[in-house]
């Protein structure tokens, strides 16, 4: 079974934090996905990774930043939280595929921002 | 990716078999058509895809129409819990997920 693990799944905070969120897959995947999910507005995505040391812009980028040093784990940093920022955060992982690409999510952090 | 339409609730009764319908009338010929679930307050949660043919796993079975304009995820006994939203997703590779509405199915005792 693909098993994603994601560092905490509450957590609180106040405005003006430096906030890291891990996530790690054991299952060798390529392609690791952060996303936030806030009621009325669906998943929307953050910042997605194809590589080791490899990132892209999603949807909503602006306030994140990624890191992707290892293979497995893929780190969401908020470098100075807002309350805006306050949502179910999910991170995702999928095998490389030239056709389809199943995505398993990790059970998600749900952050707070004070 | 192809929008998909989805009734916005259902109910089930314990024990009975779950059919959540899925409409992708614009669905491209390399499109999958995948379900997840989500249980209150948890990531969502993989259960079936499939291209063309109707699909089965240990979760659910997955029928597709032979126009593949629509779809019917069957849980064939449902328990209280499955309850969750039951989003259906048109995808292929390289293109993000995008979760709609889905479906709030409720199984009731």
């Known amino acids: 079974d693909v098993k994603v693990t994601q560092s905490s799944r509450y957590l609180v905070k106040r405005t003006g934090e430096k906030v890291f969120l891990e996530c790690v897959q054991d299952m060798d995947h390529e392609n690791m996905f952060w996303y936030r999910q806030d009621p009325g507005l669906g998943l929307r995505l953050i910042y997605f990774?194809?590589?080791?040391?490899?990132?892209e812009k999603g949807d909503i980028p602006e306030g994140y930043s990624v890191s992707r040093e290892k293979k497995e784990r893929f780190s969401l940093i908020l470098e100075s939280a807002s309350t805006n920022q306050t949502s179910m955060y999910l991170c995702a992982s999928s095998l490389s595929s030239p056709r389809e690409e199943t995505q398993y999510f990790g059970p998600g952090t749900r952050l707070l921002v004070l | 990716d192809a929008k998909t339409t989805q009734p916005p609730s259902m109910d089930c009764a314990e024990g009975r078999a779950a059919n959540l319908p899925c409409n992708h009338s614009?669905?491209?010929?390399?499109?999958?058509v995948y379900w997840y679930r989500q249980i209150h307050s948890q990531g969502p949660q993989y259960i079936i895809h499939g291209l063309k043919n109707n699909e089965t796993n240990e979760m659910a079975s997955l029928i597709i129409t032979e126009d593949r304009k629509s779809s019917t995820l069957i849980l064939p006994h449902a328990t209280l819990r499955d309850t969750a939203v039951y989003y259906c997703?048109?995808?292929?590779?390289?293109?993000?997920?995008?979760f709609g509405g889905g479906t709030r199915l409720m199984v009731k005792p």
């Open positions: 997703i048109v995808n292929n590779a390289g293109n993000m997920l995008t």
């Open positions: 614009t669905i491209s010929g390399n499109e999958y």
């Open positions: 990774s194809y590589d080791v040391k490899m990132k």
